[in-house]
């Protein structure tokens, strides 16, 4: 059994949302779709590190979800900036089972044990070189990452954020300082796109190793974790 993850589907198989015309994300469902069936086996465990998809509410992510469900393994969503729909994890977990997504679970104040690891991980907050932060926002986001990560217990702890934590010229500091408080070692985050996957930071800083894992920096192809 492994682990994989990629983020930023920006699926919209509901809604007229194409992603296709942006470049390089031609055809990008159906590369998507070949990749994770070529690796992914049932039993596998695939995080997907937000924007999961463009719809603006719970129930308009039917289609989207359906195309999740009918791929192999089971996939564990975390929010991202355009997942409008995201509401409780009670609602979520309620919509989940009423439609037999059954392989599809939430990263969300909590974490997932599998094959000794445990998944932990939340949004996170954008910064910008030389801006300060929401501190509001950041501070909540920094709770729920905490909230994950106490959730885990003494097991090795992974992070999945969407926003990355560190930039060149700029840093989350709060957030990098609750990898260090943990001992996370491995970090992966998405959101970058077109000429920023570029300016990603990957590999390891100050000891924890960083992964940049949107879809298109990955060529739609989920990266494997463990």
């Not at 997504?101 to 974490?111: C, P």
């Amino acid at each position: 059994m492994a682990v994989y993850a990629i983020g930023d589907l920006h699926l919209s198989l509901g809604s007229e949302k194409p992603m296709d015309v942006f470049p390089g994300w031609q055809g990008y469902v159906e590369k998507l779709e070949r990749s994770w069936r070529s690796l992914v086996k049932p039993e596998d465990t695939v995080v997907v590190a937000g924007d999961v998809s463009w719809a603006m509410k719970l129930e308009d992510t039917r289609a989207d979800f359906a195309f999740l469900e009918a791929l192999p393994g089971k996939k564990i969503l975390l929010k991202g900036n355009h997942d409008y729909w995201w509401c409780t994890l009670r609602k979520m977990e309620s919509y989940l089972a009423q439609n037999h997504f059954d392989s599809i679970s939430i990263l969300h104040n909590n974490s997932h044990l599998v094959e000794g690891l445990a998944l932990c991980g939340t949004r996170s907050w954008l910064f910008d070189a030389g801006e300060a932060h929401d501190e509001k926002v950041m501070n909540r986001e920094l709770g729920r990452l905490k909230a994950s990560l106490d959730a885990a217990g003494d097991g090795e702890k992974i992070v999945f954020l969407h926003y990355p934590p560190i930039y060149p010229n700029a840093d989350a500091r709060q957030v990098v300082e609750v990898l260090r408080e943990y001992g996370v070692k491995k970090c992966y985050y998405g959101h970058l796109h077109g000429k920023s996957i570029h300016y990603a930071v990957q590999g390891e800083v100050d000891g924890i190793e960083y992964h940049l894992i949107s879809a298109d920096a990955l060529g739609f192809c989920p990266y494997k974790v463990r």
